[in-house]
């Protein structure tokens, strides 16, 4: 009976872990079609919309990664001069932002390319960050307290050119949030690359609620139980 009772405890201490570790709501850029309004909930009850200027949304998938661009110069990424838009309807944390096809030539004659983030935080605050790809698999984020990981083949000729921000922006609290590209400059390695920046949005992810961390706190709080009391059982 009581190895049972301890038996179903794991369970229930697993299970709780396990939806702790999957709350935190991902926005996807595969997600937005092809119309230049997106609006979708996440965050536990977070309205978020997002525009497209000055075209519409275009997809667009490449290394196994689908993002999303504008479908203006270079159809299904964000070019210089065209910009996604998000605001949400209270602020959010955000875990992490997901950018892809961002390179760092000579693939496709490009320069070191470069994305542009704004963030509006809720206290006011205005402040721009950059993303630029400086090698096969590494990017240098203007983000203090933040890291950057490449993702999948990482930026070759037919890869993904993917980058995870995690800890964007750290502790603070963003309201709207803006996607833009800014001019690079080409590698030594690569004097004639002059194929400026283009990229795209595969995703944005925020930090799980207040409620998802309690979840957790229970959670480990059963695993604890279950440790004491098998520790007694030993010991008595």
């Not at 910009?83 to 961002?102: E, K, T, W």
């Not at 930026?155 to 603070?172: L, M």
């Amino acid at each position: 009976m009581k190895k049972a009772l301890l038996s179903g405890l794991a369970i229930a201490a697993a299970s709780f872990l396990s939806t702790a570790a999957q709350a935190a709501d991902t926005i996807f850029g595969s997600a937005f079609g092809s119309s230049n309004t997106y609006s979708t909930t996440f965050a536990d009850g977070v309205n978020a919309t997002f525009t497209s200027a000055p075209g519409n949304f275009q997809l667009k998938s490449q290394g196994g990664i689908t993002g999303v661009g504008v479908s203006g110069k270079t159809a299904g990424e964000l070019d210089i001069g065209e910009s996604i838009s998000g605001v949400f309807s209270r602020g959010v944390q955000l875990a992490s932002i997901r950018l892809g096809l961002l390179f760092d030539g000579p693939e496709y004659g490009d320069v070191n390319e470069v994305a542009q983030i704004t963030a509006l935080f809720t206290n006011g605050e205005s402040q721009s960050f950059t993303l630029t790809a400086t090698g096969t698999h590494s990017a240098l984020w203007t983000g203090s307290g933040s890291s950057v990981v490449s993702v999948g083949t990482g930026a070759v000729n037919g890869g993904a050119g993917a980058w995870d921000i995690f800890n964007p922006f750290g502790t603070r609290q963003v309201s709207r949030i803006s996607f833009s590209a800014l001019a690079g400059v080409a590698a030594s390695t690569c004097s004639t690359c002059s194929n400026q920046s283009d990229y795209t949005l595969v995703s944005v992810t925020a930090v799980p609620e207040p409620q998802t961390y309690a979840l957790m706190l229970a959670g480990l709080g059963l695993v604890g139980t279950i440790a004491r009391r098998r520790n007694q059982r030993k010991t008595s």
